[in-house]
Each structure stands twice: as C-alpha cells, then as structure tokens.
C-alpha cells in the first residue's frame, strides 16, 4: 500500500534552513505528482509545492524564491528545501500523492521556527 513518511523537522531560527525529506513506496514513484502542503495551529492545510513526473514545480506565493522541491525517482523520495525561514512557517509539512481518485498523505513532521 502506499506509504509516505516525512523527516527533517525541527526547531530553527528566523532566517535558519531546514530540508525536509519524504520517503515513498507502495506506488510506481517516478510516475506520481508529488506534494508538500502545512498546517499551521488554528489553520486549515495549504499547498506549499508540487513537483511532476516531468520535475516541473509549482510553488505557493509565500514560499516562492525560499522553497525548493525536488525528487529522487531512485531513492523514491521527493525533499523541500527551506531557507529564510520565519515564524509563520511554523507547521507541520505533510507529504502528499494522489493517484487520480484518493490522497494519501503521512503523518507530517513539525517544523517550527523561533528564536
């Protein structure tokens, strides 16, 4: 079955890095859209970014020029990249796929940022 497990949060400080990672397996990877979206406390889940099969991106407006998704179709798993971060990226990133009819995400990891 499908299987989407994110790593890389953490606790950083305003204008610190982080990459996230998400390992993927129970579907044919190199062939699935894959997303980052966050849930920030009180929020509703937004889209941060999607990369397709053909490696084009597609970012949110507050993330775009800081963010940087990318994919390895090898080791099956796709990374966000964060840098500039502030405090209202504090959330928790989620993997997500889809493969036409369902969505399936992992159990997101936190991310938070203050000084």
């Known amino acids: 079955q499908v299987q989407l497990v994110e790593s890389g949060g953490g606790l950083v400080q305003p204008g610190g890095s982080l990459k996230l990672s998400c390992a993927a397996s129970?579907?044919?990877?190199?062939?699935?859209?894959m997303s980052w979206y966050r849930q920030a406390p009180g929020k509703e889940r937004e889209f941060v970014a999607r990369?397709?099969?053909?490696?084009?991106?597609l970012y949110s407006e507050t993330v775009k020029g800081r963010f940087t998704i990318s994919r390895d179709n090898v080791r099956t798993r796709v990374y966000l990249e964060m840098n500039n971060l502030n405090s209202e990226d504090t959330a928790v990133y989620y993997c997500?796929?889809?493969?036409?009819?369902?969505?399936?995400w992992g159990q997101g990891t936190q991310v938070t940022v203050r000084s």
């Open positions: 997500n796929t889809n493969d036409g009819s369902l969505l399936f």
């Open positions: 129970g579907f044919p990877f190199r062939r699935y859209a």
């Open positions: 990369i397709l099969s053909n490696d084009a991106v």
